[in-house]
């Protein structure tokens, strides 16, 4: 569908010139890491605009090739019936997260994609609009590169964008365990962390005996969710399924299973409810 004939106004000029400059966003996303830390002090999550519950809804989709599934649909597939079901596809140009960090392992040009309307009000300087095809496509090129994908109905993104909250609007992101803002979210109390940045349903992680506890798994975990403990990989509660370990064990001695046959139909429904992207 190519680039959006819109004139750009002074505030996406604005947006335009801070996005390309990678020190000012790595600095950008020092702040807001810091305010994530502040989730620490008793009740902050509530009113914290990233971590409110009626704002922020966050769920990680395991791409990891083992996974063991009840069903056929695997979950990618949330994804990919998000992206059919909306009616605007928006993809940034770069990931800010990876550029403000100016990763070394993984691509700055796969950024994320909005879906909604709010999404055409991303700045045309540093994004496109593209067709239902091309928004699978990019999906399919950051799995490839062994990007995670993730769901998100997060306030952060309006903040970012300088966009208001109207509920028109989901994002995707490919997140990195070295620079992801997500990774901030382990600072949020357990209790508050279960109810906007769950676990698949049914989503089971087992560690096997063929485990010899190298730590291979530690460092791909930007929840720093896994300990070596006794020779043997523990996963704390913390951990939101991702599927990294996974995928970096030698030895395959991490294993995840998909229980709930249901799982992924109902977090389609949820993000559904959640924004109105049709």
């Known amino acids: 569908m190519g680039n959006r004939k819109k004139t750009m106004s002074l505030k996406h000029t604005f947006q335009v010139w801070l996005y390309n400059r990678r020190r000012l966003v790595g600095y950008a996303l020092d702040a807001l890491g810091l305010t994530m830390r502040a989730n620490r002090i008793p009740l902050f999550s509530i009113i914290h605009p990233f971590t409110k519950r009626s704002s922020n809804y966050i769920v990680n989709l395991p791409i990891n090739q083992g996974l063991d599934s009840v069903t056929h649909a695997l979950p990618p597939m949330v994804v990919s019936e998000l992206i059919r079901r909306a009616r605007y596809h928006v993809i940034l140009d770069a990931c800010l997260c990876r550029q403000g960090r100016d990763c070394e392992v993984h691509p700055h040009d796969i950024g994320c994609l909005f879906l909604g309307r709010s999404g055409l009000e991303v700045p045309p300087g540093y994004s496109r609009r593209v067709s239902e095809a091309e928004a699978l496509a990019h999906v399919d090129r950051a799995v490839q590169a062994g990007l995670v994908p993730m769901t998100v109905r ?23 365990a070295c620079c992801c803002l997500i990774g901030n979210y382990r600072y949020v ?52 399924g991702c599927g990294r370990c996974a ?31 049709d």
């Open 247 to 277: 995928a970096a064990c030698p030895h395959g001695a991490v294993t995840i299973r998909l229980t709930d046959a249901q799982s992924l139909s109902k977090t389609v429904e949820r993000f559904l409810d959640l924004a109105k992207i």
């Open 189 to 240: 109390p357990q209790k508050h962390l279960e109810e906007i940045f769950p676990r698949l349903d049914g989503l089971e992680i087992k560690v096997s005996d063929g485990c010899i506890g190298c730590g291979a798994c530690v460092d791909t975990c930007y929840m720093r969710s896994i300990r070596v403990e006794g020779g043997r990989a523990i996963h704390a509660d913390t951990c939101r």
């Open 154 to 176: 997060a306030r952060v993104d309006n903040f970012a964008f300088l966009l208001p909250d109207r509920h028109t609007l989901l994002g995707v992101c490919f997140c990195c």
